[in-house]
Nanobody, 124 residues
Framework: QLQASGGGLAQAGSSLRLSCLASGHTFSFYDMGWFRQTPGKEREFVAAISWNGARIYYGDSVKGRFTVSRDNAKNSVFLQMTSLKPEDTAVYYC???????????????????WGQGTQVTVSS
């Protein structure tokens, strides 16, 4: 089970930090991803990190502003979001997958486990 938290209302230019806590399963050896979704649109890839943190990927729209990290001892993954923009407004989901490679990192269908999502709203 994955539980995302840390969302809320933020002003443009400010920062938020999302957390994803895994419980009931050891996710230390899973690759983890963050996606976001707005009404009527498909889930958009935001960031991903390999099980050991050696590989990190970002979506083009968040590169240079968001940072993904993980703490396997705490079964947690984080998404530090800075310089927030109104277009970052979405429900953010964390997800887990085993053994990702190539373009699979970027596809929501590659991930087996999903959290319930946390709303991020950025006002201008």
């Amino acid at each position: 089970q994955l539980q995302a938290s840390g969302g809320g209302l933020a002003q443009a230019g400010s920062s938020l930090r999302l957390s994803c806590l895994a419980s009931g399963h050891t996710f230390s050896f899973y690759d983890m991803g963050w996606f976001r979704q707005t009404p009527g649109k498909e889930r958009e890839f935001v960031a991903a990190i390999s099980w050991n943190g050696a590989r990190i990927y970002y979506g083009d729209s968040v590169k240079g502003r968001f940072t993904v990290s993980r703490d396997n001892a705490k079964n947690s993954v984080f998404l530090q979001m800075t310089s927030l923009k109104p277009e970052d407004t979405a429900v953010y989901y964390c997800a887990a997958a085993g053994g990702l490679g190539g373009s699979a990192w970027y596809r929501a269908s590659s991930y087996n486990y999903w959290g319930q999502g946390t709303q991020v709203t950025v006002s201008s």
